[in-house]
């Protein structure tokens, strides 16, 4: 078995550098060939993947987070190779949701290489979304309203360490405003006053929470979170219910199934897709099922 392996150094904050020695030792001790890489800016991971040739290779295996495997991913996809090969994720980072929905945690990360061993896959469902004129995949999730701009006031003061999340969402409480929705789902037409808009492929999205507890990543659907308009009072009693996965329940939240959807939303919103802050709506998402095969327990 030859391996392509792929480490991100900037992984959880910097952290992953240090993996990248004890990943290439452990493959060696399970008898993998393997040729190795490391990403060394924003982007460099999908072009990586995107230009090497899959025909040299038995599968691909990523370390670092969720950033990481939505870069290779999306090289994968854009790859001219006609022979496709499994995907395999080394969970080393702040955010690994979908390594979570395998079974596979940071403080275990050997448990992701003893998997190649077995040469055991299955095949999962893969989001396609555009934006401004661009397609995208992702396999976790795809957001937009508060929880993205908590993200993205959260990066902007990451000199505060691991209080930057919290004055996140003190600032984006403070300055909640809900927004015009409008999208297609199925074919079926909808309008909301909306707070934020979780696609999940996945049950998880980030570290810790538990957005779509009825998610399945092989169903050939994405699960969407619809959280409509509220009070600030009402959404910090709301928030904490997100880490169990009980704001399902709220008469404030909507929950579906849907194979394909069309957003429009006033104003335009950013997007989070994997985590990553990028694009905007307009959007155009469509569940692709079983499109990849990955390595698994």
């Not at 290779?57 to 994968?76: H, K, M, P, R, W």
């Not at 300055?175 to 789902?185: G, H, I, N, V, Y």
Request: aromatic residues 12%; proline residues 3%.
């Amino acid at each position: 078995m030859k391996i392509f392996y792929l480490n991100n150094p900037a992984s959880h904050g910097g952290k992953g550098a240090k993996y990248f020695s004890l990943i290439k030792n452990e493959l060696i001790k399970h008898n993998i060939e393997f040729d190795s890489t490391q990403t060394e800016n924003a982007g460099h991971g999908t072009e990586i993947v995107k230009n090497i040739n899959f025909e040299d290779y038995d599968g691909i295996v990523v370390s670092g987070g969720d950033g990481t495997v939505f870069e290779a991913l999306n090289g994968y996809f854009t790859n001219s190779s006609k022979k496709r090969i499994p995907f395999g994720v080394i969970p080393i980072g702040r955010g690994n949701a979908f390594a979570r929905d395998l079974d596979l945690f940071p403080e275990k990360w050997e448990d992701a290489i003893g998997i190649l061993v077995s040469c055991k896959t299955k095949f999962v469902d893969v989001g396609l979304f555009s934006t401004n004129g661009k397609k995208f995949y992702f396999i976790n999730i795809l957001g937009f309203g508060f929880v993205t701009d908590v993200a993205a006031t959260a990066q902007k003061l990451s000199v505060f360490g691991a209080l930057s999340y919290i004055l996140g969402v003190l600032y984006r409480t403070i300055m909640l405003r809900s927004f015009d929705l409008k999208f297609e789902a199925d074919g079926k037409m909808f309008e909301r006053k909306n707070v934020f808009v979780e696609i999940s492929n996945t049950k998880f999205t980030g570290k810790d929470f538990f957005m779509a507890p009825s998610a399945q990543f092989d169903d050939g659907f994405l699960n969407v979170t619809l959280l409509n308009k509220l009070s600030r009072i009402r959404l910090l009693q709301c928030l904490p219910k997100i880490f169990t996965g009980e704001h399902v329940h709220l008469k404030e939240v909507e929950t579906f199934q849907v194979k394909h959807l069309k957003i429009e939303t006033s104003p335009k919103k950013l997007l989070t897709p994997d985590g990553q802050l990028m694009g905007s709506t307009p959007i155009e998402v469509e569940c692709l099922p079983k499109a990849i095969e990955v390595f698994t327990k």
